[in-house]
């Protein structure tokens, strides 16, 4: 059985969507020029817009590529651009994490 999707990560989804599509505009894009460079249907795009958490992450990417934001997504997860992952820097991180 599929679990229900988490509020903050529907809010998210719907900000990101809501950002590319921003970006999308600022470059001048249609929905469809836009999934044809990142090859994916209108549909996908539209969903992704739309705030549809369930988008593939290499539709993501691609989108992100495609926008010129890929970078910025990246060194969005990079730990070493945070305080926390600053002051781990000197640490040896495990192989694993158990629990």
């Known amino acids: 059985m599929k679990r229900a999707t988490p509020m903050k990560t529907k809010l998210a989804a719907k900000r990101i969507g809501e950002s590319i599509c921003v970006w999308r505009k600022m470059r001048g894009l249609t929905v469809q020029q836009l999934a044809e460079k990142a090859n994916a249907s209108r549909s996908t795009i539209s ?39 600053r002051m781990r820097a000197d640490q040896e991180l495990p192989q694993r994490v158990r629990r």
């Open 47 to 85: 969903r992704l817009e739309k705030g549809d958490p369930s988008v593939s992450f290499e539709t993501v990417l691609n989108v992100a590529t495609m926008l010129g934001i890929m970078d910025r997504a990246i060194d969005a997860f990079d730990p070493y651009e945070t305080d926390y992952g």
